[in-house]
Every structure is written in C-alpha cells, then in structure tokens.
C-alpha cells in the first residue's frame, strides 16, 4: 500500500539553526501539505503546495519557513532560524484528486533547545 | 471561514460499550468530513470520510458516522469499543473545491480512554 514517508522521525536542533524536514508523498498525488502539531494542541495547518507553487498558507507559516519540491519525489519544509516555540510534531500529506483525503506521514518530532 | 467543534476533551468508555465522539462543522456550504486517528507516537491515520454521498459512512475498524445537515454534525460511533481503540480521534473538515488549496481544518481532538 502506497505511504507518505517522512525523515526524520526525531531531529533535535539548536535554536536559531536551520532544519530541513523531507517528505516522500504518494508517487501519483499532486497535492502536499505540511501541518504540525505542537504538544497537546490541535493539528495546524502549515502549508499546501500544488503545480510546483505554494496554494495556500496559514499566518503561522512566515517568513523563518518555506517549502520546496527539489526532484520528482521529495518535499521538504525548511525552518531557517528556529525557535523554541517551532518543536512541534510536523506532518506531511499528500493528496490526488478533488474528494479524495489527504493521506498523512508518521510525522517528524523536532525538538528545538 | 470553516471550523469544526469537538465536544469533550476526553471520553472514557468500558470495554463493549458503545462509543459516541460528537463532532460539529461550521460551513457556508456542507463540506467534505473526515475522522482520523492517532495511537500515541504515530501519524494520522484516516478512519473514514464523508464527500457528499452517502451520508452514513463506514470506516476501518467497525467505526461508522452519520452526516446529519440539519445538525451540522459528523459523529463518530462504534458499537463495542475494544482496548485497542484507544488513541486520538481528530474531526477534520476541508471544503468542496476546484481550487487547488484542499487544506483540512481539525478539531481539537478528542482523547478516547477505554477501561477494562
């Protein structure tokens, strides 16, 4: 059964230092997403990207975070200068078609000291 | 703007015993409905969806929910509850769109207990 694969699954950083979190999405989907959940919180939604450019972002995605599709395969969400307020569990998801559900990763625990 | 309430926090229930999660949407127009759920240290897994046909839903897990329009409600239900059902349940709503921003607003989440 096709997955979304995140890597990875733990990373531990220094504040103010610049993480890049990866994302393998389903390999026909042609939506993605990043959401995160900060400890004992709701998912937020971070980010959507399609057709190579961002669709949408939340006022919590700002000008510390950006996204990127470099190859065919991955997506990656790049924290430039992180906070202590950036750890958080982040998910990333992937989608096909209109009605279709957003298929979600195991997500990466980023821990900012 | 679409938003979507879960009523209570936490619900304890013993083992065979019926499970009820309530979830309540807010949209202009009826949305897409989601429930997913989360076992600790895990992703978010889709426990079943509700995209405008029909409006009871059967999911994985023997877990079901009814779209009832006239109560802007999507509750989540399971006849018996088994040890293992205990986890996160998170409500989820998205909107119809031919927009390519298909984003899903959650719910708070509701933390399922379920007692020997």
């Known amino acids: 059964e096709p997955e979304v694969t995140q890597t990875p699954s733990h990373q531990v950083t220094q504040m103010g230092q610049e993480v890049i979190l990866r994302c393998v999405p389903i390999?026909?989907?042609?939506?993605f997403y990043w959401y995160r959940q900060i400890l004992g919180q709701k998912v937020e939604f971070l980010v959507s990207?399609?057709?190579?450019?961002?669709?949408?972002k939340s006022e919590i995605f700002d000008d510390q975070f950006s996204v990127e599709r470099p190859d065919g395969s991955n997506f990656t969400l790049k924290i430039r200068s992180t906070k202590l307020e950036d750890s958080a569990m982040y998910f990333c998801?992937?989608?096909?078609?209109?009605?279709?559900?957003?298929?979600f990763g195991q997500g990466t625990r980023l821990t900012v000291v | 703007a679409q938003s979507v309430t879960q009523l209570g926090s936490h619900v304890s229930v013993s083992e065979g015993a019926l499970v009820l999660l309530r979830c309540n949407y807010s949209s202009s127009v009826p949305p897409y409905l989601f429930w997913y759920v989360q076992y600790p240290n895990q992703g978010l897994q889709l426990l079943l969806k509700y995209t405008s046909a029909a409006t009871l839903v059967k999911g994985i897990n023997g877990f079901e929910a009814e779209f009832k329009k006239s109560e802007t409600s999507f509750h989540l239900t399971k006849p018996s509850a088994h040890m293992s059902d205990a986890a996160e349940y998170f409500c989820a709503v998205r909107p119809i769109s031919s927009g390519s921003a298909r984003q899903l607003t959650f719910g708070s989440g509701t933390q399922l207990t379920v007692l020997p």
């Open positions: 390999s026909n989907h042609l939506y």
């Open positions: 998801a992937s989608g096909g078609q209109p009605g279709t559900e957003a298929f």
């Open positions: 990207f399609y057709n190579n450019e961002i669709s949408e």
